[in-house]
């Protein structure tokens, strides 16, 4: 019988533990692999695209450069280029990664926190 019950109580200790807020995952971003790869190309049409929509799922998104796409260009100015095409706030810049955040829309369509660091652009 005992074993029964120590079995049940470390289940529910497990599912506890893998339940997270809004928060942890918004501070997990970081630690995520990247979800969009820009090649040699650099920031096409098409990979802007997939950036948006990407940031209209989930808000954040997390993009990689390679080496190939930095011949010409630093990892700021595509970070740049990405950000004012989808219209989205550089939360951060690490070697060749950098992490995109676009707050969801409201129902007018007005999105919900204003750019505080627009000047800076």
């Known amino acids: 019988m005992r074993r029964k019950n120590e079995n049940s109580v470390k289940r529910k200790e497990s599912k506890m533990s893998k339940r997270s807020t809004g928060k ?3 501070n997990e971003k970081g630690t995520e692999k990247p979800v969009v ?3 040699k ?3 096409t049409d098409r990979l802007v695209k ?3 929509k990407n940031l209209d799922h ?3 998104v997390k993009v990689k450069i390679l080496k190939s796409a930095l011949i010409n260009v630093s990892t700021e100015e ?3 280029k990405v950000s004012d095409a989808t219209n ?3 939360v951060e810049i690490r070697g060749h990664t950098f992490v995109l955040y676009k707050p969801k ?4 369509g007005i999105y919900n926190t204003p750019l505080k660091y627009s000047e800076e652009r």
């Open 37 to 39: 790869i820009i090649g």
């Open 24 to 26: 942890m995952r918004h």
């Open 78 to 80: 595509i970070a740049r």
């Open 105 to 108: 829309k409201n129902r007018k």
């Open 88 to 90: 989205a706030r550089i």
């Open 58 to 60: 989930s808000k954040v």
């Open 41 to 43: 190309n650099g920031p």
């Open 50 to 52: 997939e950036i948006h």
